[in-house]
C-alpha cells in the first residue's frame, strides 16, 4: 500500500472537517467549485498559536485537555502519574509535547473512549507499559479490527497505527481511584457513535468527556458523526444529562462545551426531525416520479429523497444560521442521514427531556 505522508493526511482530515470547500448551499452542492460558507459563529472556535500547531490548557484542578483544532485529548493528573483518555493521532508528536508543558510525570493509565483509530490511534507513543482501560464492547471491536495487515490497517488514513490492546475492561460502570482522584468510566446501554461509547466523568471536577456526539458550537458533524444507531445518539445525550457536571470535553475542534449545548444539539436534531415529518408529509411522490420517470429506480428515489432533505436543511437553515457554526455546510447530509429513520419506523420527534 501506497504511504500517505503526514502532511498529506492532516490536509485531508483539515478538509474534511473545517468544511473550507464547500458551498453555501444545501449539502448537495458541495461538489461545485465555489468555496464559500456562512460566517462562523462567535465562540465557535478557540484560537490556536500556528507556529505550535497545539493548545494545551487546563480545565480545573489540574485536569487539562489538549488541541490541535480538530482533535482533543484529556489528561488527568493524580499524585501517581497521568491518566489521559484517547491519543489522536493528528497530534503526533505534539501528543506528548503538549504533555510535558504541564508535567514530568508518566503515564500510567490510558482511557479509550470508543474503538476508532482517529481518536485513539497514537497510543503507542504514550511510553512505558500504561495500563489500558475500556468497555467489554470497545475491546471486543479492537479484537477484530486492530490489526497491523489486510487490506486497510488500523488508522491507514488517519494517521495513526494499530494500538496496545486494553489491559482492563468493564461493563456499563467502573470507578477508578487513581493518586487520590476519582474517575467514573460509564456506557449509556447502547450503542450511539460507535458499538460502545465510554463517558469519562470526573464528579468531584464536574467535568465529563463524550466523544463524537456533540461538536459544541457547531451542528454535528456529517451524517451527524456517523452515528452508528440514532437511537443510541439520543439517549446518550438524554444519559449524560443527568450527570452532575458543568464542562464537556467533545473529543473534536478547539472549544469545550457545556450542559446547554447539549441541549442545544439535542434542540436541533429534533427540529430535523420535526422538518422531515412535515416534508414527507407535505411532498406528493406521484409527482417526483411524474417528473423522473421509473425507469430508474435509484434516480427517482434519489430526487425524492433530495426533495425531502433540501426542504427540511431549508427550513433547518433559516433557524440556526447565526447561532451554530456549519448549519449550511451538514444540515442536509444530517436530514439524509435522518430520512430512512422517520419514514420508515414512523418514529415520533424525540423530546429532549
Not at 194 to 207: A, N
Amino acid at each position: 500500500m501506497k504511504k500517505i505522508s503526514t502532511l498529506k493526511i492532516l490536509l485531508m482530515i483539515t478538509i474534511l472537517v473545517t468544511g473550507c470547500i464547500f458551498s453555501a448551499d444545501a449539502q448537495i452542492e458541495i461538489r461545485s467549485n465555489h468555496p464559500q460558507s456562512l460566517p462562523l459563529v462567535d465562540g465557535s472556535t478557540v484560537a490556536i498559536d500556528p507556529s505550535k500547531g497545539y493548545l494545551i490548557k487546563e480545565i480545573k484542578d489540574k485536569v487539562y485537555y489538549a488541541t490541535d483544532g480538530i482533535y482533543q485529548v484529556m489528561f488527568i493528573l493524580t499524585s501517581t502519574g497521568v491518566v489521559a483518555v484517547d491519543a489522536p493521532p493528528s497530534l503526533g508528536g505534539n501528543l506528548l509535547k503538549s504533555l510535558k508543558e504541564i508535567t514530568d510525570m508518566n503515564v500510567t493509565h490510558v482511557i479509550y473512549t470508543h474503538p476508532h483509530p482517529d481518536h485513539i490511534g497514537g497510543a503507542a507513543l504514550y511510553p512505558g507499559n500504561p495500563v489500558i482501560i475500556t468497555s467489554e464492547g470497545t475491546a471486543k471491536d479492537l479484537r477484530r479490527h486492530n490489526l497491523s495487515e489486510g487490506m486497510i490497517p488500523f488508522g491507514a488514513y488517519v494517521g495513526g497505527k494499530p494500538v496496545p490492546l486494553p489491559t482492563k475492561t468493564f461493563s456499563k460502570k467502573m470507578e477508578l481511584n487513581i493518586g487520590g482522584r476519582k474517575i467514573v468510566l460509564l456506557t449509556s446501554g447502547s450503542a450511539a457513535h460507535s458499538g460502545e461509547d465510554v463517558i469519562v466523568f470526573l464528579p468531584k471536577e464536574k467535568i465529563v468527556m463524550m466523544v463524537d456526539i456533540v461538536f459544541p458550537g457547531w451542528i454535528p458533524f456529517e451524517q451527524l458523526a456517523y452515528c452508528q444507531d440514532l437511537d443510541g445518539y439520543i439517549d446518550i445525550q438524554r444519559f449524560v444529562l443527568k450527570l452532575d457536571f458543568d464542562v464537556l470535553v467533545p473529543g473534536h475542534y478547539s472549544k469545550l462545551g457545556t450542559r446547554e449545548e447539549i441541549d442545544q444539539n439535542m434542540e436541533y436534531v429534533d427540529d430535523l426531525y420535526s422538518g422531515l415529518s412535515d416534508a414527507i408529509q407535505k411532498t406528493d411522490f406521484a409527482s417526483v416520479v411524474a417528473k423522473t420517470g421509473m425507469a430508474n429506480i435509484h434516480l427517482m428515489m434519489e430526487d425524492y429523497f433530495d426533495v425531502i432533505a433540501r426542504k427540511t436543511s431549508s427550513k433547518v437553515e433559516e433557524k440556526w444560521k447565526g447561532k451554530l457554526s456549519g448549519v449550511d455546510v451538514w444540515s442536509y447530509s444530517n436530514a439524509r442521514k435522518l430520512i430512512p429513520y422517520v419514514r420508515e419506523s414512523a418514529a415520533d420527534v424525540p423530546k429532549r427531556q
